[in-house]
C-alpha cells in the first residue's frame, strides 16, 4: 500500500547504542528508505521505521541483522532512551485530576446543602 511520506521515521542503531543512519527518511511509493554511514563495529544492527500508510494506519515495527565482518565507519550520535511509548502513558497525571474532580463535588455539594 502507498505510504504518506508526513511523519515517516527511520532508523538504524548498532550494537554500540549509536545511530548509523542519517538524515531523514524518504518514502517512494510503498517504500520508506534512509541514508546510512558506513557500518563500524561487528554484531547485532536493529532498523527501525514508523511509517503513516495512505488509509491513515499507522504501521511501525523494526528488523535486525548480523554485521559479521567490522567495517571502519564513525557512528552518529547515541540513542536516547525512548520516551513513554504509546500506550504508556503514566497513571499518576488521571488519578491526580479524579482526586480533584471527585473533592471538588463533594465540595460543592455541601456548599449546595447549607
Not at 11 to 17: E, F, N, Q
Not at 54 to 81: C, E, I, K, R, Y
Amino acid at each position: 500500500e502507498q505510504l504518506q511520506s508526513a511523519f515517516a521515521s527511520m532508523t538504524l542503531v548498532g550494537p554500540d547504542g549509536n545511530l548509523w543512519s542519517t538524515g531523514e527518511a524518504r518514502v517512494q511509493g510503498a517504500s520508506v528508505e534512509v541514508d546510512l554511514r558506513p557500518l563500524g563495529p561487528a554484531g547485532t544492527y536493529t532498523a527501525n521505521y514508523r511509517v503513516t500508510s495512505a488509509d491513515g494506519h499507522v504501521v511501525n515495527g523494526s528488523w535486525s541483522f548480523q554485521l559479521t565482518a567490522a567495517g571502519t565507519g564513525t557512528p552518529g550520535p547515541p540513542v536516547a532512551a525512548p520516551a513513554a511509548a504509546d500506550g504508556d502513558l503514566p497513571i499518576w497525571p488521571f488519578a491526580a485530576l479524579a482526586v480533584i474532580i471527585v473533592g471538588a463535588g463533594a465540595w460543592w455539594s455541601r456548599r449546595r446543602r447549607s
